[in-house]
């Protein structure tokens, strides 16, 4: 698979939770940050996001905002409208005056993902990905849209079951719109994907990540000199090509620890170690703890925070 589909597979992201957001007049919620990814496509009207210091947002009809981990942020009717202290719910939420129909009309809500590997999310995308309405209309995204919309307001059976999976491919069509969006974006693997050297040399690594690369290989195949490229894949994925290498087989060795099914000898020969011993070492230097430990802490429900990759 293509770098992007490796990652939507290892994370396995799923809508966890979808409700209607409305309000009418004036209005204003605050929330705190928390971990998921959280998102809202906007079915009518608008409203204004502020994402931790940042300027106002504008979300308009149509619009999909994704947020790979949620700052604390509001939502109001207007900019510089009083915003009240507010907790997630998974229920439907009306804001602002409760008579009457509403002005403002969203879906929103957040992604659970692998919870072993929820850090390379981090690692790898940007804080915000804004689709509006009007880069959507007309292609793949907006069609989803459309079909998200008119699916809110029927009563057909399955209609739940819908609107996950409408959600869920919303997400990879806003991943894969960052990509081929002409936006700014932070350092990261979207960002990385853009440049076609570096999509090169990504490809590669995901293709065949038992070979032991070396930055010299990497360069070849991005048609670079070994300083050159070594400086453009950190400047536009954020990390050395190396330390990228190194983070993607450690997230393959996660997943396979937690499935069980294979040996570490097996495990360390299909990410490219020499032999288990050489895998635990790397593991263990990177996560502070043994394979062995990183399982059983799963297993025993340790939190996620004290094993993920730095």
Known sequence: MDPLSDIIALL?????????????????????SYDPPGFTVVLTGEAWVTLGNQEPLRIAEGDFLLLPTTPAFSLCSKPGTP?????PLAEAVRHGDQEGDPDFVALGGSFSIESANASLLLALLPDAIHVPASAGRGTRFGRLIELLSEECVSNYPGKELIIQRLLETLLVEALRWDIIGNNAASAGLLNGLRDPAIARVLRAIHEDVRTRWTVADLAGIAGKSRSG??????????CAPIEYLARWRIALAKQALLNGAKS???IADDIGYESASAFSTAFSKRLGCSPGRFARGYVA??????????
């Open 12 to 32: 396995r992201p799923r809508a966890a939770i979808a409700k209607p957001i409305s309000g009418r007049g004036q209005w204003g919620v605050r929330y705190r």
């Open 264 to 266: 570490l000898d097996r």
């Open 229 to 238: 490229f070594a400086a453009r894949f950190n400047e536009v994925v954020g």
């Open 83 to 87: 915003c009240m202290p507010a907790e």
């Open 301 to 310: 429900g340790v939190s996620p925070g004290l094993l993920a990759v730095s």
